[in-house]
């Protein structure tokens, strides 16, 4: 089906994600894990901090349905959430570990506007990390940049080519070199997304999407599925 016809209301009723859990063995640093269980939290997924016989110290398992998906080292963990956290503040970029790159995808609901933030930093991280490509971002009004103008700030001071879109209540700050997509429609009202193109590369591309169904109540997904993130790019010649 042709995005062309298709709303990005139609891709939040149609995707479909296995809820997955973090499970955090035998761990010896305490602020590592609350670094890594504060990276999660906006993943929506479950996470455990357990003492686990037959695991080796200080390692992160990735499951889903009782099944291992991948596992990586806490010290190695701690510093990818400890890149994200930072990142564009500082400047750090990290490779991401396996039970970030194996997470795929993930829905969730009843998100706020906080986590909803939070949960866009994974899609601008991504971006950030890379260095080029497209970003496009649909934030409802275009006042919301003013939520995180860093992280727009050093964005749109990278290579990364990137597009905010929303409705004109306000100009986005003047120091902010974006291209701004000024929109009414009712599509842009509802949706709050952000989507990075990988500059052309499948393993890179990553969406985050939702709906708001309820005031600052959102339900979505956030995907790497490169169909589901090419789509979602390609509506953007529409609502733009």
């Known amino acids: 089906m042709k995005l062309a016809t298709e709303s990005l209301g139609n891709h939040v009723e149609r995707i479909e994600t296995n809820r997955k859990t973090l499970r955090i063995c035998n761990a010896s640093n305490g602020t590592e894990v609350d670094r890594i269980t504060s990276f999660f939290e906006p993943h929506d997924l479950a996470v455990e901090v357990v003492d686990a016989a037959g695991r080796p110290a200080d390692i992160v398992d990735l499951l889903a ?17 400890r890149a994200w956290e930072k990142s564009m503040a500082l400047g750090l ?7 970030v790159t194996e997470l795929r995808d993930n829905f969730f609901e009843s998100y706020d506007k906080q986590r909803m933030v939070m949960a866009s930093r994974i899609v601008e991280f991504r971006a950030w990390n890379t260095g080029s ?44 070199e974006l291209t701004v997509h000024e929109s009414d429609d009712e599509e842009v009202a509802r949706h709050w997304w952000v989507a990075y193109d990988g500059d052309g590369d499948d393993d890179e591309k990553v969406v985050l999407l939702a709906q708001e169904r309820g005031p600052n109540q959102f339900y979505g997904f956030w995907t790497e599925r490169p169909d589901v993130v090419d789509d979602v790019i390609d509506r953007m010649a529409h609502l733009g």
């Open 65 to 81: 349905e009782g099944r291992r998906l991948a596992s990586s080292p806490l010290e190695v963990v701690g510093h990818y959430a």
């Open 93 to 99: 970029r990290a490779e991401p570990p396996a039970v």
């Open 133 to 176: 490509g497209e970003l496009h971002a649909g934030f409802q009004q275009l006042s919301k940049l003013d939520h995180q103008p860093e992280v727009y700030r050093n964005l749109a001071s990278s290579s990364v080519d990137t597009h905010v879109y929303g409705e004109p209540d306000r100009e986005p700050l003047p120091s902010l």
